[in-house]
């Protein structure tokens, strides 16, 4: 059964909340306010290769290279781009290939890592 849970950053507290901290701190009206005060994200079903989960925007790093972890609308499935390039250049990988990566970090509170 496939587990289904987001977390989200708060665009004006700057500040990632997981699925455990969001369910009872959050009216279930929140999660369709088009305010734009956060941005959800969908835990991808899978791990890394230390266990650790996959959100949509993760960055992880495989043999050096590092990847954002993105849905792709045309596919319709996770996927992994190489950081820094445009997606519509980049050949994007199934994110079956990132369970043999490391989560370094996320797009929303380390940019860095996308250059």
Same mark, same amino acid.
């Given at each position: 059964? &496939?587990? $289904?849970? +987001? ?6 507290? &700057?500040?990632?909340f997981? #699925? $455990?901290? $969001?369910?009872? /701190? ?5 999660? /369709? ?6 941005? #959800?994200?969908? +835990? ?6 230390? @266990?650790?989960? $996959? ?6 790093? /495989?043999? @050096?290279? &590092? #990847? ?25 990988? +199934? ?8 989560v ?12």
């Amino acid at each position: 059964m &496939r587990t $289904i849970k +987001f977390r989200a950053w708060d665009k004006n507290e &700057r500040e990632m909340f997981d #699925w $455990i901290s $969001i369910r009872p /701190n959050l009216p279930i009206s929140t999660l /369709n306010e088009k305010d734009g005060a956060y941005e #959800w994200m969908q +835990f991808t079903g899978r791990t890394g290769k230390n @266990g650790k989960e $996959i959100y949509e925007g993760d960055i992880v790093e /495989n043999n @050096g290279t &590092r #990847w954002e972890i993105y849905w792709h609308d045309i596919n319709a499935c996770y996927c992994m781009v190489v950081c820094g390039k445009e997606r519509s250049t980049n050949n994007p990988l +199934f994110i079956g290939e990132a369970e043999h990566s490391e989560v370094i970090g996320n797009i929303y509170e380390n940019p860095e890592l996308l250059n």
